[in-house]
């Protein structure tokens, strides 16, 4: 049941009522609004990472229909970041907008299940694929074999390049996953070289393998067990900062075959052609959410796209679906160039549920979209030289930078907060404040917060550590501050898997190959594999 929540505009959700409407067919947008660390230890299974940080600023791009049913939650009990968030929507005009009564305390107490990680609808579905498909992989020591013998094979990483620079496989070559349809043919030189496709850990490797299979590549095709975390187990060597990438010729006499064979994959998963005409009208229809996704190369996008489209890599938006829209139920548009890349694209989002098409006129259509924006309140941002002297003079600065940006380095007596803690910092409303943030938007959303506490005096500054050095003023680290328990803005499991804690990356596979045992039936029955 609802129940309206006084002197706001917004209503109270209960459980199973939410629950209910995550399954009925109809659009909504389940926000977690807490920051990314809380979202990445315990979330609701179909939540977009939204946090109060960062809600202004991403919510139109995740959520662009103004009248869409929206759910935010928070811890339950005494945190009131939920409310705080559904009153910034309800601002920015958001009409439908409900509170999770009890927050995620209340869902568990009530017998529903909560999921740690991040992307976890897209990492349970890899899970899944693999069960469904049987994609054959292989191990970390016998592809070291066959590679110091010599055999005739190429190491594919499906990740995106500067994640592949991190650390990589010895000899691999950066190829995201949304590229493989166009370029793995020209990687690999011969039917008979076998391709070995690897990520970080599991969903990536299963995907994009499964991706040249499903395309009728003849060569032999494996995941590598665990990527690069898997290998790094096994106690072989990593490489980091490799450079080997794809390149960008592509010989044109071949694309229209890369495309039939593409059109033809996609063809078997009922993955709709779009005309320009007809998404045209999508986009102008204000019941439903249509998201309009480039599927190309950052350098392909960055050279220009259609009109409210957004960069959405092929294998990302696989990936990680909830980093580029939060609507459950929306209507996904995906365009490349040529015709490989997207129905490729289309065919994964569809099998995960989604109603997803090709737009057929690709980035050569005609659209005319005005993307939706939200107009941050305006707020002076200061020069490094006029933060040198504001903070001569006695201002107070307060970083609101991730916490791991403030122990590397930060300016000696700076503050660390994060928004929606930022009354605990009992700040002296009779000095000015300047926010030290990565961008100016987010400086000015927080800078509300701050005037509701009686602060007037509030300026920004978006420098970084070397600016601030070379205008003299101090820097300095505190690697332990703010403690761990602080830094609700940081996943430590997550992240610590790729620092050389070999603990946090078995806890992360373990956490991976375990999902499919944690969804329910309604769950798993939302995704859609072809009968086989």
């Not at 007596?413 to 926010?435: F, I, M, N, Q, T």
């Not at 009686?454 to 703010?482: F, Q, R, V, Y």
């Not at 499991?493 to 039936?521: C, M, P, S």
């Amino acid at each position: 049941m609802m129940h309206p929540t006084s002197n706001h505009s917004f209503a109270d959700v209960d459980s199973h009522t939410l629950k209910q409407w995550l399954h009925d067919g109809h659009e909504i947008a389940l926000l977690d609004v807490r920051e990314h660390g809380q979202y990445g230890e315990s979330h609701l299974f179909y939540a977009a990472p939204v946090p109060y940080s960062r809600l202004e600023v991403d919510i139109v791009r995740l959520a662009p229909r103004r009248d869409v049913r929206v759910v935010v939650y928070d811890n339950g009990g005494d945190d009131v970041t939920a409310a705080r968030a559904a009153r910034a929507l309800n601002a920015l005009g958001y009409g439908q907008v409900h509170r999770l009564a009890g927050g995620i305390a209340q869902w568990q107490q009530d017998g529903y299940a909560a999921f740690a990680g991040v992307n976890v609808p897209s990492k349970t579905f890899g899970e899944l694929a693999e069960e469904v498909f049987h994609t054959p992989r292989i191990g970390a020591r016998e592809l070291a074999e066959r590679q110091r013998r010599g055999d005739d094979l190429i190491v594919l990483d499906g990740r995106p390049y500067a994640e592949y620079q991190k650390m990589s496989i010895p000899g691999g070559i950066c190829c995201p996953n949304g590229e493989l349809a166009l370029r793995a043919h020209t990687l690999a030189g011969s039917p008979e070289t076998t391709i070995v496709v690897n990520c970080a850990g599991r969903t990536r490797s299963i995907i994009g393998a499964q991706t040249l299979i499903n395309l009728g590549v003849p060569n032999p095709v494996y995941a590598l067990e665990n990527g690069t975390q898997g290998w790094y187990l096994e106690d072989l060597q990593l490489e980091h900062g490799a450079r080997r990438r794809y390149g960008d010729d592509i010989a044109q006499e071949e694309v229209p075959a890369l495309a039939q064979r593409s059109a033809q994959l996609a063809e078997r998963h009922g993955v709709p052609v779009a005309s320009a005409s007809q998404v045209q009208a999508w986009l102008r229809d204000a019941a439903r959410s249509t998201f309009l996704c480039d599927v190309r190369s950052a350098e392909e996008f960055e050279q220009g796209s259609l009109p409210g489209a957004q960069h959405t890599p092929g294998g990302q938006l696989v990936q990680a679906t909830d980093q580029y829209l939060a609507v459950r139920g929306a209507r996904i548009v995906v365009f490349d160039a040529e015709g490989v890349r997207a129905p490729v694209v289309a065919s994964w989002l569809r099998q995960m549920g989604w109603d997803a098409c090709v737009l057929k006129e690709g980035a050569q259509a005609t659209l005319a979209h005005d993307a939706p924006a939200a107009q941050a309140p305006d707020v002076s941002v200061l020069t490094d030289a006029a933060l040198a002297a504001a903070l001569a003079q006695g201002a107070q600065a307060v970083d609101i930078r991730p916490s791991m940006r403030y122990r590397a380095s930060h300016i000696a007596g700076a503050r660390w907060s994060v928004r929606p803690r930022l009354e605990r910092l009992a700040l002296d409303a009779a000095r000015p404040v300047v926010l030290l943030a990565e961008e100016a938007a987010l400086a000015a959303w927080a800078a509300g917060d701050l005037r509701a506490l009686g602060i007037t005096d509030i300026k920004a500054n978006t420098g970084t550590p070397e600016s601030w050095s070379a205008h003299g003023i101090a820097l300095e680290s505190t690697p332990a501050l703010p403690p761990d328990g602080e830094c609700i803005d940081y996943l430590f499991f997550v992240h610590d898997r790729h620092d050389g804690n070999k603990a946090a990356a078995r806890q992360y596979l373990a956490w991976e190959t375990n999902l499919v045992k944690q969804i329910d039936e309604r769950e798993r029955a939302a995704y859609r594999f072809p009968a086989r």
